[in-house]
């Protein structure tokens, strides 16, 4: 049994995360500011579900205090699941002092701390959106990266200075380029969710350009998986591995089959291109699979048809 900090930890993967650790006997300590970036109530409901396992404790807080940062790690912290963020590409394009705080500042007191208190990996959550412009696909990790958000550049900056952690100081850490994560609890600004609602209530939602923009979707399942797998090896240590779905579809397919599933004829409203906002993307996660064993088990229908029900059933999960 191992004591592992989840920064970020009520949100959508670290309350994932957090659950599974638990569930395998690990003692497991969340540490989040309940930033009201989205809606409050959903972290909360995150945070009591997975305080019914006895493994689990949750310590309110930021990642920006370094020094209550410094009490939790030094307490017997031994692995650090780095998934606090500010979030948002389109926010980060309208204030994009505030990713730059967190996700930069933030990650070098991770960092520091773990340097500071030896402990035995750093595994930081990285984003597809590092990549930005497309010269090709699929999108394999020595892709040239050129962010188009603020977001983008902010967690490409968080992953140089894990990289240079792990080559200055010695310290295990690797960085995973999560391609756009979808589940049960997801946050509830992104399309999935959105478009899912707008249905069930027989309303329109917007898609912004023509829909013709792809994405590969990842499921939380599979985001979780590759997570655990570096609880047990170190042949990742000082890398960047891409971690996705490995398919991609436009954001018409997708809103196609969540009609399907949900059994609507509603239509969507078109917007304009939203500034900072990726074309395409696509993940290769051939390393992942040398280095860690990584292979995406669940496609995009099953995905879906699993949110859907979830969502049927949780209501009042989203604030209406």
Same mark, same amino acid.
């Given at each position: ?34 930033d ?55 926010? %980060?394009?309208?204030?994009? +002092? ?9 990650? /070098? $007191? #991770?960092?520091?701390?773990? @340097? ?6 750093v595994?930081?959550?990285s984003?597809?959106s ?31 200075y ?22 049960p ?24 350009g ?14 979780? %998986?590759?997570?655990?797998? +570096? ?9 960047? /591995? $891409? #971690?996705?779905?490995?398919? @991609? ?72």
């Amino acid at each position: 049994m191992a004591k592992i900090l989840i920064s970020g930890g009520a949100g959508f993967i670290g309350s994932h995360l957090a659950e599974n650790l638990a569930q395998l006997e690990n003692e497991v300590v969340i540490l989040d500011n309940m930033d009201l970036y989205y809606d409050i109530g959903i972290k909360r409901k995150n945070i009591e579900l997975v305080l019914k396992n006895k493994n689990c404790s949750f310590v309110e807080g930021d990642i920006l205090d370094k020094e209550q940062l410094d009490n939790i790690v030094k307490d017997g912290i031994e692995f650090i699941f780095h998934e606090a963020a500010q979030p948002g590409v389109r926010a %980060s394009v309208d204030n994009p +002092l505030k990713p730059n705080e967190v996700n930069v500042k933030g990650t /070098l $007191n #991770i960092l520091e701390v773990a @340097r500071k208190n030896d402990v035995k990996r750093v595994i930081n959550a990285s984003s597809s959106s590092v990549y930005g412009r497309v010269e090709y696909l699929p999108f394999d990790e020595n892709h040239p990266t050129q962010p188009l958000s603020p977001y983008g550049v902010s967690k490409l900056v968080a992953e140089h200075y894990t990289r240079v952690y792990n080559e200055l100081y010695g310290i295990p850490t690797v960085s995973l380029r999560y391609f756009t994560v979808y589940g049960p609890r997801m946050r509830p600004d992104l399309a999935i969710p959105i478009f899912t609602k707008a249905l069930i209530k027989g309303e329109s939602p917007t898609i912004f350009g023509n829909g013709d923009q792809t994405r590969d979707l990842t499921y939380i399942e599979d985001i979780v %998986s590759a997570n655990l797998m +570096l609880l047990k090896t170190s042949g990742a240590d000082g890398e960047i /591995l $891409n #971690i996705g779905g490995g398919k @991609r579809v436009t954001v018409n397919q997708l809103f196609e089959y969540l009609k399907q599933l949900i059994g609507s004829d509603i239509e969507p409203i078109y917007g304009e291109e939203i500034k900072g906002d990726a074309k395409h993307t696509l993940s290769d996660v051939g390393k992942a699979e040398k280095l860690i064993g990584y292979k995406p088990t669940i496609d995009i229908e099953t995905g879906l048809e699993r949110f859907v029900k979830w969502y049927k059933s949780n209501l009042d999960f989203y604030p209406y």
